[in-house]
């Protein structure tokens, strides 16, 4: 398709589970992000690519989120040990380096750790 | 992680109103953004600002980035029922990252 892609788009998981979650950026955007939403909350950045290296990971909230893109474009992000407190929406974004440099953001991956 | 102050939360309109929202930041920003999200779907923009004090329009939405650069306010006229939805604000730093506010909630009754 044209836009941005993300699988799985729900996903149900035990606390201590392995989780991970791709993201198919629009053809051509080099630069890609990823978000968090909870409910009732706005998005909430977590890291970013240009390429295939992470430009700026700061929002990752600790050790057990890691995001890979190494091939500067399907990015997968993988969360260990999960909680319940990482159930949330997970939002990607690409962007194309140049115009008004628009994001674009994906349907989400609905995480629900139990 | 950090988020920009927006208000209101909710509102509760009827049909043909018009709306306002703004949005609030500590930081200053070169871009402000306003982004629509239904239920299930990720945000899609509906107004982007590039300049301190720009005054910018998109049908019946209207958008200005303020002075100081630390703020937005948007607005919607003349409401419709597909108007329904929760708005956010975003603030653009270089290399493209957006910091969104908490989102407002808006409900138009026919």
């Known amino acids: 398709g044209a836009g941005v892609s993300q699988t799985p788009s729900n996903k149900v998981t035990e606390k201590g589970k392995y989780v991970e979650l791709r993201c198919d950026p629009i053809?051509?955007?080099?630069?890609l992000y990823w978000y968090r939403q909870s409910l009732g909350q706005g998005p909430e950045f977590l890291i970013y690519f240009q390429g295939t290296g992470a430009a700026d990971d700061s929002g990752l909230p600790n050790d057990r989120f890691f995001a890979v893109r190494p091939e500067g474009s399907v990015s997968t992000l993988k969360i260990q040990r999960t909680e319940r407190g990482d159930s949330a929406v997970y939002l990607c974004a690409s962007r194309f380096e140049g115009g008004t440099g628009e994001l674009f953001f994906g349907e989400g991956s609905r995480l629900t750790v139990l | 992680g950090q988020q920009l102050n927006q208000s209101p939360q909710s509102m509760f309109i009827q049909e043909g109103e018009d709306v306002s929202m703004n949005c609030t930041s500590s930081s200053i920003f070169n871009t402000w953004l306003w982004y629509k999200q239904d239920p299930g779907e990720g945000p899609v923009l509906l107004i982007a600002l590039y300049k301190a004090g720009e005054l910018t329009s998109n049908g019946r939405l209207t958008a200005q980035f303020g002075i100081t650069r630390k703020d937005s306010f948007l607005n919607i006229s003349a409401s419709i029922p597909s108007d329904v939805g929760i708005y956010f604000c975003?603030?653009?730093?270089?290399?493209?990252?957006?910091?969104f506010g908490q989102g407002t909630e808006l409900s138009v009754k026919p």
């Open positions: 053809s051509g955007h080099t630069a």
């Open positions: 975003a603030g653009q730093f270089e290399g493209g990252k957006l910091i």
